[in-house]
């Protein structure tokens, strides 16, 4: 088993910036394409970034694109996300999720990640 903890969450003002951390524990060697999504109240979980399984492709939702960086550190299972010039529309539970299948940085739905975080609040205010 897989286990992913998120952390760095928290109330900020637009025009700020947070970063998102996730720790991977367990059988961490089957893990790939790793991702970071977020769900508001009311809407679908929405897939806002992903790396691949070696770091070097990247995917971002167009409404992260410029603001948000995702980057993972192997030797530690360690997955970020940085996000900068924060909007109160961004304001979300961001859930880190692990593919242990998939290897690239294709965007994918929520079925297709094995593993998920318990999720961090994330609060933009304007």
């Not at 394409?33 to 971002?60: D, H, K, L």
């Not at 360690?78 to 924060?86: E, F, G, I």
Request: charge should be positive; proline fraction near 4%; include cysteine.
């Amino acid at each position: 088993q897989v286990q992913l903890v998120e952390s760095g969450g928290g109330l900020v003002q637009a025009g700020g910036s947070l970063r998102l951390s996730c720790a991977a524990s367990g059988r961490t060697l089957g893990l790939t394409a790793r991702a970071w999504f977020r769900q508001a109240p009311g809407n679908e979980r929405e897939c806002v970034a992903v790396i691949s399984r070696g770091g070097s492709t990247t995917y971002y939702a167009d409404s992260v694109k410029g603001r948000f960086t995702i980057s993972k550190d192997n030797a530690k299972n360690m997955v970020y996300l940085q996000m900068n010039s924060l909007k109160p529309e961004d304001t979300a539970v961001y859930y880190c999720a692990a593919s242990t299948s998939w290897t690239t940085s294709t965007p994918l739905p929520p079925r297709s990640y094995a593993y998920w975080g318990q999720g961090t609040q994330v609060t933009v205010s304007s």
